[in-house]
């Protein structure tokens, strides 16, 4: 069980409560029907969450596709993390990039929906592991 810094840990669990406000914020955008937003903030939920992780080794990435691939061949490719959550990061990021990006994009309210629930099951999954390798479990 790796040892780690006290700053290390403190930024994982600072970034884990960004990623958790996130989840809530598109929850609330969701239940306003706005879900653009609600996508945005389902992706930057699993964002924060992955940075959370990379905390642990002091790593961190200028743009989201280092982030994401680094995460990919790191972390579920190596099997720390279930294959699943790599379809739920690339739909999200992908729904993230339309919803923000393209102006004729219509977002649907099952679309952010699943959007949500990936985030939920995304951050659910970061949260066990950081409790494990924090608290040595």
């Known amino acids: ?15 884990i ?14 239940g306003q029907a706005h879900y653009k937003a609600a996508n945005n903030r389902a992706y930057y939920s699993i964002f924060h969450a992955i940075r959370a992780v990379l905390a642990l080794e002091s790593k961190d ?4 596709g280092q982030l994401l691939g680094y995460f990919n061949k ?23 990039t339309d919803s ?7 977002a649907t309210a099952e679309e952010s929906e699943n959007a949500l629930e990936g985030a939920r ?3 659910d999954a970061v949260t066990v592991y950081l409790a494990n ?5």
Request: charge should be negative.
């Open 133 to 137: 390798e924090l608290n040595g479990l």
């Open 61 to 64: 990435f200028k743009s989201h």
């Open 74 to 96: 790191n972390y579920i490719h190596k099997g720390k993390f279930d294959i699943s959550l790599s379809k739920i990061i690339s739909n999200a990021n992908g729904l993230r």
């Open 17 to 30: 409560e960004n990623a958790k406000e996130d989840c809530e914020s598109a929850a609330l955008e969701f």
């Open 1 to 15: 069980m790796p040892e780690y810094k006290e700053e290390q840990s403190i930024l994982a669990m600072l970034r």
């Open 100 to 106: 923000d990006y393209n102006d004729f994009f219509i």
């Open 121 to 123: 099951t995304f951050l």
